[in-house]
Each structure stands twice: as structure tokens, then as C-alpha cells.
């Protein structure tokens, strides 16, 4: 029987736009660099977070884990 490695994990991230507060802690913890700023602000004011680069991905939540808000989602493919 052979072995099933999958070499390149994928993920996703969702971020709510409406709970974000522009603080940066995600971006600042995405070890890919998967997310940056948007220059697009909120119905509150704030520069939200932006899942810039999804092809880089992996899953790992580390940003999810960093949100004080709890504006953002990870799915791992």
C-alpha cells in the first residue's frame, strides 16, 4: 500500500470586514505574507485586512489566532 502525502496544503481565509479593526496582527503573523491592508475601509472607518496572496496559503490559522475580533476564518483544503 502506498503512502498519501499531500504536498502542497492548501487554505483559505475569510475575514469579515465588518468585525476587523485594521489593527494588523494578522498580517503581522502570516508567516506566507498571505494577507496585507486594504486601502477599502469599513461601514466604521477602519483599513481592513486583505487576503492578498491565497495561492501562498497554507492553513496554518496562526492569523485567526491573532485577531482580537475574531474577524477571520481558515478552511484548510
Request: charged share 25%.
Given at each position: 500500500m502506498g503512502k498519501t502525502t499531500k504536498k502542497n496544503a492548501k487554505?483559505?481565509?475569510?475575514?469579515?470586514?465588518?468585525?476587523?479593526?485594521?489593527?494588523?496582527y494578522c498580517a503581522m503573523a502570516c508567516p506566507k505574507g498571505c494577507i496585507s491592508m486594504?486601502?477599502?475601509?469599513n461601514?466604521?472607518?477602519y483599513f481592513v485586512a486583505h487576503?492578498?496572496?491565497?495561492?501562498?496559503?497554507?492553513?496554518c490559522a496562526v492569523c485567526a489566532?491573532?485577531?482580537?475580533?475574531?474577524?477571520?476564518?481558515?478552511?484548510?483544503?
Amino acid at each position: 500500500m502506498g503512502k498519501t502525502t499531500k504536498k502542497n496544503a492548501k487554505g483559505k481565509i475569510v475575514i469579515d470586514i465588518e468585525l476587523c479593526k485594521g489593527c494588523k496582527y494578522c498580517a503581522m503573523a502570516c508567516p506566507k505574507g498571505c494577507i496585507s491592508m486594504s486601502r477599502d475601509f469599513n461601514s466604521m472607518g477602519y483599513f481592513v485586512a486583505h487576503f492578498e496572496h491565497p495561492e501562498k496559503c497554507t492553513g496554518c490559522a496562526v492569523c485567526a489566532q491573532m485577531c482580537p475580533e475574531i474577524a477571520i476564518e481558515v478552511w484548510k483544503e
